[in-house]
């Protein structure tokens, strides 16, 4: 139905900036919200950003001015531009979609995201 295979992880230091990537390999059905959350060990998964077909946005207090998602609605894909990274941004992040003509939440695998010098 819906497959979310995301990018663009990896190690950084402070200061710098990483770009997330995530399509939906199957491109089946419209998606309505994209959108990433994070999560650390032990921890619940937390919201990062969220983005409506529309162009919408939500972002959690701790990003806002520093991170930017943008989708490309033709290509179910979706991206998150994080700047000025901050090592307590260091988790594993994941891709959301909600496709509401099946009335499903779908989960990327994660990718892991690194903020240390």
């Known amino acids: 139905q819906v497959q979310l295979v995301e990018s663009g992880g990896g190690l950084v230091q402070p200061g710098g900036s990483l770009r997330l990537s995530c399509a939906d390999s199957r491109r089946f059905f419209s998606i309505n919200v994209m959108g990433w959350y994070r999560q650390a060990p032990g921890k619940e998964r937390q919201l990062v950003a969220i983005?409506?077909?529309?162009?919408?946005?939500t972002y959690a207090d701790s990003v806002k001015g520093r991170f930017t998602i943008s989708r490309d609605n033709a290509k179910n894909t979706v991206y998150l531009q994080m700047n000025s990274l901050k090592p307590e941004d260091t988790d594993v992040y994941y891709c959301?979609?909600?496709?509401?003509?099946?009335?499903?939440?779908?989960w990327g695998q994660g990718t892991a995201v690194t903020v240390s010098s």
């Open positions: 959301y979609a909600r496709v509401e003509a099946l009335s499903r939440d779908y």
């Open positions: 983005i409506t077909p529309g162009g919408a946005t």
